[in-house]
């Protein structure tokens, strides 16, 4: 069950449903009779949930072709475009990303794009409306909204490179604000701005689906590193969320993604599959005939080797074979049928209405967070407290062996078998500075099309094109 079920709202889906498909909303300035009291102002918040979430369409109400699928996508950027992620055989969603020749009129690239600013308009809409709260609840509001906006931005930033930057709801005639890019050191100014009032807030750690103390200090810590600056700073929060004592690695791996709400679990976008509007398609696109695709998130034959030699137990909860076609295997975490095999006893009526939620934080990446900041962008380490953290990790894998050093390349192996599927391959590479020659040789060894400009997405040709002329398109593209 989840701590808070998020949901649309009929009152704001009047107000901000209507938006149109570009950073500058036309109902910027329609909402003065809302936000009066705390209750409308957490109706607020909870909205934005609602636009990180996205959408879950049935045939007939917009499919894919829905403007606003937000995190629902995601795993085409953050898996299928790496060396993780593959697509059965040419499935539409992600096959652009696979073979690394992602255009501007991708789908995904569109959606995600216009799907964050479409939280961001959201956060910055409750955030001008903050004065209407009480005096006892004004400052965790305030957090949680900065922490959401953050998240957004900061997924953008890392995806397409410099963006506009929007901190406050703008009007439809304000074109050089919304559609105007701007160096990513700005954006990051206004990310740590965000995350490090939250921070400081009020915010405790008592839910899994919302803003929480240790979710703010694991993202802050995750730019910090980003920035390859301050990662003393970015131990300590780390630390700080090992020491709290709320959160620790689950007995199975498999009862991390079919447990919910557990005390692996540190923040998640909540699904709910008794309300179709509450619940998730992305789930069902990863298999073969059961959703909308044909099988978008496949293991690469490079991944299930890997998993041969370091990934322990955490293969057969990880990915499974493909029935329909031997040799070929799916991701088995979020899976939204029965399968008995990888320890699935339970799952919707129909799977693309599931309620399997997205794990964005969980202990485990906090724990080789905590490694890499202590290796502070080094080669390697033999400090205890890093040690530590990585052996719990191995530990509950069945890799018991004990470890005494720890490479780059060993953090980076157990960081892509412990969390594959995740969404978090692509950033981490990324993150540690490989990207590029890593996947020119996957690309080289797979006859893809992978160029150094791949490491950035394009913005998408519809926004280019409503922009007339203001936003200017990434390299490459």
Do not use: W
Request: aromatic share 10%.
């Amino acid at each position: 069950m989840k701590q808070i079920k998020i949901f649309s709202l009929l009152s704001l889906a009047i107000l901000i449903g209507s938006c149109d498909l570009n950073p500058i909303p036309e109902s910027a300035t329609t909402v003065e009779n809302f936000f009066n009291d705390d209750d409308e102002i957490l109706s607020g918040i909870i909205n934005i949930y609602d636009g990180i979430q996205g959408s879950n369409p049935l045939e007939g109400e917009g499919g894919f072709n829905n403007p606003y699928l937000s995190v629902q996508v995601e795993y085409q950027l953050g898996e299928t475009l790496s060396d993780n992620g593959r697509t059965k055989s040419g499935s539409p969603q992600g096959f652009d990303f696979e073979t690394f020749d992602v255009l501007p009129e991708t789908l995904a690239v569109t959606t995600y794009y216009r799907s964050m600013y479409n939280v961001i308009f959201r956060a910055n809409l409750v955030l001008e409306n903050l004065d209407n709260a009480s005096t006892g609840n004004r400052n965790v509001f305030e957090a949680e909204i900065r922490f959401l906006r953050a998240y957004a931005y900061f997924n953008l930033v890392r995806y397409y490179g410099d963006v506009p930057l929007v901190d406050r709801v703008i009007g439809p005639e304000e074109t050089e604000i919304g559609f105007t890019r701007v160096a990513e050191s700005q954006i990051y100014d206004l990310i740590l701005g965000d995350l490090e009032f939250a921070e400081a807030s009020e915010l405790d750690n008592s839910s899994r689906t919302r803003a929480s103390k240790a979710a703010v200090q694991v993202l802050l810590a995750k730019v910090y590193m980003t920035l390859g600056t301050n990662y003393l700073a970015a131990q300590r929060l780390l630390e700080d969320v090992i020491d709290s004592g709320d959160y620790q690695l689950e007995d199975s791996l498999l009862d991390v993604f079919y447990n919910e709400d557990n005390n692996e679990t540190i923040f998640a976008i909540g699904y709910d599959d008794t309300v179709v509007n509450d619940s998730q398609g992305f789930s069902a696109e990863f298999l073969d005939a059961v959703g909308r695709g044909t099988g978008s998130n496949y293991a690469t034959s490079e991944l299930v080797a890997l998993f041969d030699v370091i990934g322990g137990n955490r293969g057969p909860v990880s990915f499974r074979e493909d029935p329909g076609n031997p040799g070929l295997f799916q991701c088995a975490k979020y899976l939204p049928i029965i399968d008995e095999e990888v320890g699935v006893t339970s799952a919707p009526a129909n799977p693309r209405i599931a309620g399997n939620d997205l794990i964005v934080i969980r202990y485990a990446d906090v724990l080789l967070l905590h490694v890499e900041a202590i290796m502070a962008g080094g080669q390697e380490t033999s400090v205890a407290a890093a040690l530590a953290s990585f052996q719990a990790v191995r530990n509950r894998a069945g890799l018991t062996d004990t470890v005494t050093n720890i490479t780059k390349q060993d953090l980076m192996d157990e960081r892509r078998v412990e969390l594959a599927f995740e969404n978090h391959r692509f950033l981490d590479l990324k993150r540690f500075g490989v990207a590029q020659e890593v996947l020119s040789a996957f690309s080289a060894a797979n006859s893809f099309n992978f160029q150094a400009t791949d490491l950035l997405l394009p913005i998408p040709s519809a926004e280019i094109s409503i922009s007339q002329g203001l936003l200017v398109q990434n390299p490459g593209y």
